[in-house]
């Protein structure tokens, strides 16, 4: 079972993030991670303009963009976003609101779907970020999954991660790296959408 991990990242702690939740995902037996971007909006000339941008897409420069076929074969979904005034990034809700030919068909009820998020700040918007993505996903009829307390690192944290999904906080330059205990959190995202999916699939 194909697990999509589609993300929107500007300075690369998004795409770092995705990498750990496919860990999670590569370690439940039957399936297999599949990591994709979405399209950039950022005009190319503010981005050549900026060296942490520019360093930020060199990063995922060999990342393919998402297709609709890759949602459809997709037995569970993550998506991951850097928060934007408290709210998902217009490059991933750009991709979301392209999915009107799978929405109309009923091509993702069902699916389980999860979401992590990095923010700048400890207080900036992570829970505000999930929450109002999860509205989208259930209009599409996603089954939506988290991470329960019975992960210890939820309490451990000093950095991101909620009941809502694993966080991570980048600091004001976007340079802090993802700590251990917010790493952990992401590969539990990856680990319980394998598993939920497996077993939606399971007839
Ligand atoms: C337009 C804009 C709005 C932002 N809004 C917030 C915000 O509300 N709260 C916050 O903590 N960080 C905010 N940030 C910082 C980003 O969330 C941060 O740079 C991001 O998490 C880094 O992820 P990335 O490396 O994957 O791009 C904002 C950044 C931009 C460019």
Redesign the pocket.
Known sequence: MKVLIVYY???????KMAQLVAEGVRGVEGAEAIIRTVPELIPESVIESRPDMKA?RDMQKDVPPVTLDDFKEAGAIALGT?????NVSAQLKNQIDQLTPLWMAGELEGKPAGIFV????LH??QETTILTLMAPLLHLGMILVGVPYSVQELFTTQGGGSPYGPGHV?GVD?KRDIDPHEAAICRVLGRRLAEVGLRLQRK
């Open positions: 990242s500007t300075y690369g702690n998004v795409y930020g850097p928060t934007r005034f408290g990095s923010t700048a700040s900036g918007g980048a976007s």
